[in-house]
């Protein structure tokens, strides 16, 4: 199965076990992906700091650290590691297998970030550079040049205003995990479009963009 993954990034390991630590979770074992995670979540930001850096020339600092904020946040992370079918592939205790970790999108944002750690400690940061573009080529071409740049709720917001509709409500569901990893469920509805979305995260800030995003995305339909 590994051997699918690193057909799917586009990197072949010298180490396995780098990869292997990278896909274990802590509930699994010790060593677990979370030191990974912190050498990749560095890389990460590194290398879309350079891609916009050299993309938009014209861009103003403020506009960059939006931008880059946007590419390197959970739901990014999380959409990302689903189009690489990374559930698959991660190493999780029973808990988390029974209560869906496997598709949480803060396991598999982390994961993939551990992977980009994992890449670099194996063959250096040019490695790790090319990885992490290959997986971001779409999202990157995806970028207007002076393109307002303005968050899923002020978006909503927005929307809705322009159509004098009634501004959305955000409300808890549920939270869940242990204090230091706790992750929250918000529903964004709206109520005259008959809309109800979801989001999660591991603040309410977080959950409730990723919800307004999707409430978007439900928004753009035909």
Not at 121 to 142: C, E, H, M
Request: aromatic share 6%; glycine share 8%.
């Amino acid at each position: 199965m590994s051997n699918r993954l690193e057909q799917a990034i586009g990197y072949k390991f010298s180490d396995p076990f780098l990869l292997l630590t990278a896909l274990t979770h802590r509930s699994h074992s010790s060593p677990h992906n979370e030191r990974l995670e912190f050498l990749g979540d560095s890389v990460l930001n590194g290398v879309i700091a350079r891609q916009l850096f050299d993309r938009f020339p014209e861009l103003p600092e403020g506009d960059l650290s939006r931008l880059r904020a946007n590419l390197v946040r959970q739901d990014s992370l999380h959409q990302l590691a689903l189009s690489l079918d990374l559930g698959c592939f991660l190493r999780l205790g029973d808990g988390e297998l029974k209560s869906g970790g496997a598709q949480r999108p803060s396991i598999l944002a982390d994961a993939l970030e551990a992977l980009f750690g994992a890449v670099w400690l194996d063959a250096g940061f040019d490695a790790a550079s090319a990885v992490i573009v290959r997986q971001y080529t779409a999202l990157l071409a995806a970028i207007v040049p002076g393109q307002t740049i303005k968050d899923a709720k002020t978006q909503l917001q927005e929307h809705l205003q322009g159509r004098r509709l009634p501004l959305p409500k955000y409300s808890l569901i549920a939270t869940e995990g242990e204090a230091h990893a706790q992750q929250f469920r918000i529903a964004c509805t709206i109520e005259a479009l008959q809309i109800r979305s979801e989001g999660s995260g591991s603040s309410r800030r977080g959950a409730e963009q990723m919800a307004a995003e999707r409430a978007l995305e439900r928004l753009q339909q035909p």
